[in-house]
């Protein structure tokens, strides 16, 4: 089985802010587009968040790209072109789980931090042509998924499966260490014996159970295996989300 950290929703290069924590709640804005999306943040109710948290530079009907688009207990999550490449080589298939991150504000202090906002299980990969001919896992969505509208890549691909977005800003759920920079984690133990794609260099793994994660990059894979130790840990993650 493969775990992977998934870089998603708003952050200082697309939307220019974190999303943010409402009542508690993680809110991941959508990143905003020009093309190939029929959806704007006031389809999702987030039009009014999107204008405050990016002081109106973004308004309510600026298109966004949904995705991961969750509904009914289920995701879809669109992918291509490089970064699709590299879930190719890593192996990336059925039964392997996205943990979906973004950068957030604490909703007291501001503080900018990851945390996992979301996961999905993959069920079911549609690659190619069947992307754009709409399978009917496709045709459940409530909107037309991004991947779906105009051209991209050869590799284009959506995976589908359960997901579930989480309803509290639950502590278990952040990456970023208290205090630390943004891009220093806390990490299990059982990560640093697994490795994760992109942190190769010894010196990002650091003693205290801290992994200082690469600037760029949106897919990083960790591959267990069969271990017990990454499946319990990712089981009480789920729960967590699950609430």
């Known amino acids: 089985m493969r775990i992977i ?3 998603k929703g ?3 290069g697309s939307g220019g802010a974190p999303s943010p924590i409402i009542d508690g709640r993680p809110i991941s804005l959508p990143i905003p587009t020009k093309r190939r999306s029929t959806t704007c943040y006031r389809d999702l ?8 948290v990016t002081r109106g530079r973004i308004g309510a009907d600026h298109l966004c790209h949904e995705d991961p688009m969750f509904f009914d207990g289920r995701c879809l999550f669109g992918q291509c072109g490089a970064a699709q490449s590299h879930l190719r080589r890593q192996g990336v298939g059925v039964d392997d ?4 991150f973004g950068l957030f504000a604490e909703e007291k202090s501001g503080e900018r931090h990851h ?16 992307v754009q001919a709409s399978t009917d896992e496709i045709k ?11 051209e991209w890549n050869a590799n284009n691909c959506v995976y589908a499966g359960p997901g579930k977005l989480a309803g509290l800003a639950d502590p278990r759920l952040r990456l970023t ?3 630390g920079p943004l891009r220093l984690w806390d990490v299990p133990p059982w990560l640093a014996k697994t490795g994760l794609s992109y942190h190769g260099r010894k010196e990002r793994w650091r003693d205290r159970g801290q992994l200082e ?4 990059g949106q897919e990083f894979v960790a591959d267990v295996g069969d271990r017990e130790e990454p499946k319990r840990w990712l089981d009480n993650l789920i729960k967590v989300i699950d609430g």
């Open 5 to 7: 950290f998934s870089r």
């Open 10 to 12: 708003f952050d200082t």
């Open 45 to 52: 109710g987030l039009g009014d968040v999107a204008e405050r």
């Open 97 to 100: 789980v996205f943990l979906f």
């Open 115 to 130: 945390r996992i906002f979301a996961y999905m299980r993959i069920e079911q990969m549609i690659e190619g042509g069947s």
């Open 140 to 150: 459940t969505a409530p909107r037309q998924h991004p991947h779906t509208i105009g």
């Open 177 to 179: 260490t208290q205090g």
């Open 213 to 216: 994660i690469v600037s760029r």
